[in-house]
T-cell receptor, first 108, second 116 residues
């Protein structure tokens, strides 16, 4: 089976940096994705790591270590609009399996 | 606009009723999905279709029946609705697994189903 663990809630100050960790157990692994979901909205794709290392997209970066079955999403220069839920998702032998999400609250 | 669309956005109904949710994508994708997101925000896949063929059918009650008339549409019919069916249902689409470098899925806006 597949399982993912990520913190349920994180609070950070506007302008700061926050890291959301994700550990996974899976049979068959192709990569780790991250999705953002604002309250009342749909999940939207943020990033994907198929290989070990860091992927950077603007203020957001994502990291993967296959040997540790671990990844993280790094959000820099936090803005109030970054308050949302963030899901890691494993791409394996089946379509995406999502973690339970991390609710990020950005405070002034 | 290229997108995944769902109707209706809100659905309020009584226990025991039968209802349908429609989904359409104009992204040219071959794969479509239905997800259920419960009150705790857990996003769980229900069904996956490739080119109108059912690929994944997770542990979902038989009361839920997907229908794909063509690869751009995937509808969800629910019979004998129960209180526990209250949730947000998301339709999504993607390129065929293995053909996309990222496996990115595109989600519809969701249908909030409330069973009274």
């Amino acid at each position: 089976g597949q399982s993912l663990e990520q913190p349920s809630e994180v609070t950070a100050v506007e302008g700061a940096i926050v890291q959301i960790n994700c550990t996974y157990q899976t049979s068959g692994f192709y990569g780790l994705s991250w999705y953002q979901q604002h309250d009342g909205g749909a999940p939207t794709f943020l990033s994907y790591n198929g290989l070990d290392g860091l992927e950077e997209t603007g203020r957001f970066s994502s990291f993967l270590s296959r040997s540790d079955s671990y990844g993280y999403l790094l959000l820099q220069e936090l803005q109030m609009k970054d308050s949302a839920s963030y899901f890691c998702a494993v791409r394996g032998n089946t379509p995406l399996v999502f973690g339970k999400g991390t609710r990020l609250s950005v405070i002034a | 606009d290229t997108a995944v669309s769902q109707t209706p956005k809100y659905l309020v109904t009584q226990m025991g009723n039968d209802k349908s949710i429609k989904c359409e994508q104009n992204l040219g994708h071959d794969t479509m999905y239905w997800y259920k997101q419960d009150s705790k925000k857990f996003l769980k896949i229900m069904f996956s279709y490739n080119n109108k063929e059912l690929i994944i059918n997770e542990t979902v009650p038989n009361r839920f029946s997907p229908k794909s008339p063509d690869k751009a549409h995937l509808n969800l019919h629910i019979n004998s609705l129960e209180l526990g069916d209250s949730a947000v249902y998301f339709c999504a689409s993607s390129q065929l697994p293995g053909t996309s470098p990222t496996g990115e899925q595109f989600f519809g806006p969701g249908t909030r189903l409330t069973v009274l």
